[in-house]
């Protein structure tokens, strides 16, 4: 049954491509692998391989670009926080010893 399998290089027909576009099949692979899961409707040219890595580089551009937003403004809620409570305890601090109710 194993022997029935081909490489996804016999699959595509690359024999007769230029190493170029083995290059950007490879690419194109790596990238969704990596950030998007899998592509089930591959590109056929070069130019479309080169417009979805354009795509999926945007798209990680974008999500990377949210996440950190996100995470920034988690760590200025976290310090304000933090000012809050320490100024809290001054004023507490203030009052214990001044004997002030």
């Not at 950007?24 to 990596?34: K, N, P, R």
């Not at 990377?64 to 409570?85: C, P, Q, W, Y």
């Amino acid at each position: 049954v194993l022997h029935d399998l081909s490489t996804w290089h016999d699959a595509l027909q690359l024999e007769s491509a230029g190493p170029a576009h083995e290059y950007l099949i490879g690419l194109y692979w790596s990238l969704t692998a990596m950030f998007s899961g899998a592509s089930f409707v591959p590109p056929q040219s070069g130019p479309e391989h080169i417009l979805c890595q354009l795509f999926i580089i945007l798209g990680l551009l974008f999500v990377s670009s949210l996440i950190s937003s996100l995470a920034a403004r988690f760590v200025e809620f976290l310090v304000l926080k933090r000012e809050k409570t320490l100024r809290k305890r001054m004023v507490q601090r203030y009052l214990r010893q001044y004997r002030i109710d």
